[in-house]
T-cell receptor, first 114, second 112 residues
């Protein structure tokens, strides 16, 4: 009963370093999302993938890239980390991607960029 | 511009008292509406959603929300707060295009 699994749970980077956040879902969902959560800002959409093989920019895509590796996995990459990317990152999935659908969230990755 | 507004980042409520969290949206067309809850160190979980079948929506853990088109609101309530309700609550609105817009959240503190 895993649902949406994110790794790692915590990460500390130095400015300029790169890293990839991993996300996998076992619910056979078509759509997957990456959000960032900052205090007092709510959640903001970084990128999403409506279906395998497609990705689209969200509200705050600058500084990030994504890969929908297959139907299960959707990774988020920071090529050159900046302190402004210090945040909690959440991956989510939904069955079809319709506007009235429930999102299932992972437990998050807390990232600090020094 | 389409937006979601939640006022008051922190909300304190006494155990047993009414919980009221306000959510307003701006849109010319009624959107799809959701409330999510986030417990400490966890991801968000769906509390309830508005499906247009009824204006009063019942969710998990005794929460409910009422959609008022004239006020463009979807306020969340629970008649009697419990200690386990301490969490952060987010209103979310779908304006289409596979995107949810989240409010800034309300951190609920329950006072014994």
């Amino acid at each position: 009963n895993a649902g949406v699994t994110q790794t790692p749970k915590f990460q500390v980077l130095k400015t300029g370093q790169s890293m990839t956040l991993q996300c996998a879902q076992d619910m056979n969902h078509n759509s997957m999302y990456w959000y960032r959560q900052d205090p007092g800002m709510g959640l903001r959409l970084i990128y999403y993938s409506a279906s395998e093989g497609t990705t689209d920019k969200g509200e705050v895509p600058n500084g990030y890239n994504v890969s929908r590796l297959n139907k299960r996995e959707f990774s988020l990459r920071l090529e050159s980390a900046a302190p402004s990317q210090t945040s909690v990152y959440f991956c989510a999935s939904s069955e079809v991607g319709g506007t009235n659908e429930k999102l299932f969230f992972g437990s998050g990755t807390q990232l600090s960029v020094l | 511009a389409q937006s979601v507004t939640q006022l008051g980042s922190h909300v304190s409520v006494s155990e047993g008292a009414l919980v009221l969290l306000r959510c307003n949206y701006s849109s010319s067309v009624p959107p799809y509406l959701f409330w999510y809850v986030q417990y400490p160190n966890q991801g968000l979980q769906l509390l309830l959603k508005y499906t247009s079948a009824a204006t009063l929506v019942k969710g998990i853990n005794g929460f409910e929300a009422e959609f008022k088109k004239s006020e463009t609101s979807f306020h969340l309530t629970k008649p009697s707060a419990h200690m386990s309700d301490a969490a952060e609550y987010f209103c979310a609105v779908s304006f289409g295009n596979n995107r949810l817009a989240f409010g800034k959240g309300n951190q609920v503190v329950v006072i014994p």
